[in-house]
């Protein structure tokens, strides 16, 4: 079975983009190995206003070969061709990709497509760098009414940066 990872920046008060979505608050860490980060991935799910903040110019591509999903009820598929667009079911969706053949599936954003997920049961790994800044503000971590999801500390570290990297495995009840 496929790993649906959850792995995201997030401010130190919750936030994954500011008001605007602005990311300018992420911090760069030179010790980040973005080719380590990636092995091994060959999906990547966005909610669409993530997906649109990817297409702004200057956003670096996705690696070649990498499937991209995004959930949108009011994106246009015609309009959008090299990616999938999936209109409805979310869970559903993830559920197919996790049983099917490929790599790990990155959940890169964002917060209300992590909530449904994870009420979902589709979400393996909850992973976050935490910046050390205070946004007081903007498009929280994950949206409010996810359910209560029990998580184990799997791995952390912190960067010369001052990022402190969580991992969090989802446990799942029982039966």
């Known amino acids: 079975m496929r790993r649906v990872r959850y792995r995201v920046a997030a401010s130190l008060d919750g936030y994954i983009a500011g008001t605007q979505g602005e990311l300018d608050w992420i911090v760069h860490d030179p010790t980040v190995d973005f080719a380590s980060l990636y092995a091994g991935v060959d999906t990547v799910l966005l909610g669409r206003r993530t997906y649109e903040l990817t297409q702004q110019p200057g956003?670096?591509?996705?690696?070649?070969?990498w499937r991209v999903y995004v959930f949108s009820r009011t994106l246009d598929a015609a309009a959008h061709r090299t990616v999938t667009v999936v209109r409805?079911?979310?869970?559903?969706?993830?559920?197919?990709?996790?049983?099917?053949?490929?790599?790990?599936i990155w959940l890169f954003g964002g917060g209300s497509l992590c909530a449904s997920l994870l009420a979902a049961g589709v979400v393996d790994t909850?992973?976050?760098?935490?910046?050390?800044?205070?946004?007081?503000?903007?498009?929280p971590l994950i949206a409010a009414g996810t359910p209560r999801t029990?998580?184990?500390?799997s791995e952390s570290a912190v960067?010369?940066?001052?990022?402190?990297?969580?991992?969090y495995d989802v446990q799942r009840a029982a039966g």
């Open 150 to 153: 029990r998580l184990t500390l």
């Open 88 to 104: 409805e079911d979310a869970g559903a969706a993830v559920a197919a990709l996790r049983a099917g053949p490929g790599g790990d």
């Open 126 to 139: 909850m992973e976050v760098a935490v910046i050390p800044v205070l946004l007081g503000g903007g498009i």
């Open 159 to 167: 960067s010369p940066s001052g990022i402190v990297n969580l991992r």
């Open 59 to 65: 956003a670096p591509p996705w690696p070649a070969g």
